[in-house]
């Protein structure tokens, strides 16, 4: 098959959908690929690039349409490009189809088929080809680096001979994937990060990459915010107002405050209030990346950066991914390759469009001349909120106290039937033993016996570490092997040697990983 990109139509787009790098792995899979002229300048990629992966390089979007059987692109088609298409071609592209139904009749009534990268299924089998989940990631990452640019001051903390810098304070309202981004991002660069996200599942996520989950407090349990396929559910009335007052009360602590909170389909929720603006501090940053669906913040304006009579900065970019072309372009384009893959199973450059598979269902708009959307829920579960564990039920005092003594009684029963067994077994050994013999034994078994119970009362994540200085103490053994290995006896030199050797080995290896064990708990 012939796959191509096409250069994006929108304005101030730079991604392209097909990279030289992604070119090569299509290649392999047995397809040709094609692309516009001019397709990549914008993210840093010549025609020439192209032409040194092997691909072909059209003069006009139209050239290349007629040429290939796939078309991929980035944005949204416009109903110009979707007519430049012929019955049984396939377009790969962002869709949204449902706030496009238009395009979707508009595609069936073509004969094409159109896969949405928007529309692929959460399932662990299909990240690779998450592109929302990619783009997202971009945009996490560079919102905060608007944001520092914007910003007056260092995000980091600092003690300087001219004075002390505090750390800016940041607040990320949202923890999905450009959430985590934004956190991760934030934290990396000093700043004390606060997150916040009605899915309490991730308040262990957000502490453990070293900001501070923003709880709210309530008399009832709390609302689980979590819904099917990894996004938010809407909040209930009585949660959104619990949810603004603590807003309210961190909006005059806060620096910089980032929202994410965006479910697909829907207009973004107002989250920033315009009273939450007015008591923050002048030279304070809001970065809405919910701006292109209207935005977290009253007063956000798309594609634009205001400062407001306070003097917050509020940026409505809606072209983050856009605006680090290169890198959004590589991801995207392997979110494309991954894709195209799972339609070349046998990676012949031949397509199977297999509409029982849930990837290829899930993210097939429209297919011989029938729109395919929504999908059938995937026969394998979304990824979603995890359930929480069921809690031990509390022993009451008395019910405690009856269980402690029940577990002393068995415990103590097992030591003397350990203690009577070991006895007996001795008993029998002495019968027919030399005294000499004995007295080994005895130490041997005495040694086993306090090495056992000692070994056993240890908690499990010690056993490795412990294990390994156990082993190399024991070594002590390679002295009675050394003394061993002078004897006569052809039998006993053979086994001294095989002695000495084992125990090197256990003296050097549990030192070893002992080493590695706390060079694990090291800073580097």
Known sequence: MKIGATRESFEGEARVAITPSTAAHLGKLGHDVFVESGAGARAGFADDDYRGAGVTVCQTAAELIDAVDVVAKVRQPTTAEIGQMKAGQTLISFFYPAQNAELLAQAKDQGITAIAMDMVPRISRAQKMDALS??????????????????????????????????????????????????????????????????????????????????????????????????????????????????????PQMDIVITTALIPGRDAPKLWTADMVAMMKQGSVIIDLAAEKGGNCDLTVPDERIVTDNGVVIVGYTDFPSRMGAQASELYGNNIRHFVADLTPKKDGVIVHNMEDDVIRGATVVHDHDVTWPPPPPKVAAIAAQKPKEKKKELTPDERRAADAAAFKAETASQIKLLLGGGLVVLLIGLIAPASFMSHFIVFVLACFVGFRVIWNVAHSLHTPLMAITNAISSIIILGALMQIGSGSAWVVILGALAVLMASVNIFGGFMVTRRMLAMFQKS
């Open 134 to 251: 990619s783009m997202a990631n971009i945009a996490g990452y560079r919102a905060v680096i608007e944001a520092a640019n914007n910003f007056g001051r260092f995000f980091t903390g600092q003690v300087t001979a001219a004075g002390k810098v505090p750390p800016a304070k940041v607040l990320v309202v949202g923890a999905g994937v450009a959430g985590l981004a934004a956190i991760g991002t934030s934290v990396s660069l000093g700043a004390q990060v606060h997150a916040f996200d009605v899915r309490p599942e991730v308040a262990e996520q957000i502490e453990s990459m070293g900001a501070e989950f923003v709880y709210l407090e309530f008399d009832a349990p709390a609302q689980d915010g979590a819904a099917t396929g990894g996004y938010a559910a809407p909040s209930s009335p009585e949660f959104r107002e619990k949810q603004l007052a603590r807003f309210r009360e961190l909006a």
